[in-house]
Structures are given as structure tokens and as C-alpha cells.
């Protein structure tokens, strides 16, 4: 199983980056999607999560309305775009995978090795 995170950088407060995580090893389609986030010095902290047709998503409240999270199932690519990024989205995020909506992230099946998001002027 792999989980292939990637698209992290240095972004402007304000700016946009979207994030892409890659499966392998597992069917995709069939498996819960989600993105979680670990700030320096903070604990891991739920962001989004989509179901497996990306019917059904939920986002944590410092990101809902900035943003998105969506699927491609014929690629097994998970994405997240980011807009209207704030100096607090600064933070390694995660994607995971779960066959089952989890509310607790350590219970999720796979994850990804992180890519870092780092928001400042």
C-alpha cells in the first residue's frame, strides 16, 4: 500500500495550492479519502474527508468554504485545493485511507508520508 502525497510548497498568505496524494496497493474507489494536518509544535488535526463515489464530504471548520476536497477514482488520486491560504494552514498534511468514515483519525487504514504547506510573506 502507498499513499503518494504531494503539490506542499511556499504559498503567500492569500494564495492557492492544491494538493495531490496517489494510491496504490489497495482499491481505491472502495475506501473513505482523508486529508489531515500537523502544524509545528501541535498535534494531528482532521481537515476533510470524502466517501468513496464523492457523494458525501466534510471539512473541519477552519477550512470549510476555503477548502475542497475531490477524487478521482479512474486515476485513484485524492486532491485538496487550498484557497485563501492563512499563515495558521502552515503544516504537514496528510492524506489517509479508511473503508469505513472514521471520526478518529488514528483509526484509519493507510497514510501517506505528508507534504509540507508553508504559508508566509
Known amino acids: 500500500v502507498q499513499l503518494q502525497a504531494s503539490g506542499g510548497g511556499l504559498v503567500q498568505p492569500g494564495g492557492s495550492l492544491r494538493l495531490s496524494c496517489a494510491a496504490s496497493g489497495f482499491t481505491f474507489s472502495s475506501y473513505w479519502m482523508f486529508w489531515v494536518r500537523q502544524a509545528p509544535r501541535k498535534g494531528r488535526e482532521f481537515v476533510a474527508a470524502?466517501?468513496?463515489?464523492?457523494?458525501?464530504?466534510y471539512y473541519s471548520g477552519s477550512v470549510k468554504g476555503r477548502f475542497v476536497i475531490s477524487r478521482d477514482n479512474a486515476k485513484n488520486t485524492v486532491y485538496l485545493q487550498m484557497d485563501s491560504l492563512k499563515p495558521e494552514d502552515t503544516a504537514v498534511y496528510y492524506c489517509?485511507?479508511?473503508?469505513?468514515?472514521?471520526?478518529?483519525?488514528?483509526?484509519?487504514?493507510?497514510w501517506g508520508q505528508g507534504t509540507l504547506v508553508t504559508v508566509s510573506s
Open positions: 489517509a485511507a479508511s473503508q469505513y468514515y472514521r471520526s478518529n483519525y488514528r483509526q484509519y487504514d493507510y
Open positions: 470524502q466517501s468513496q463515489s464523492g457523494g458525501t464530504t
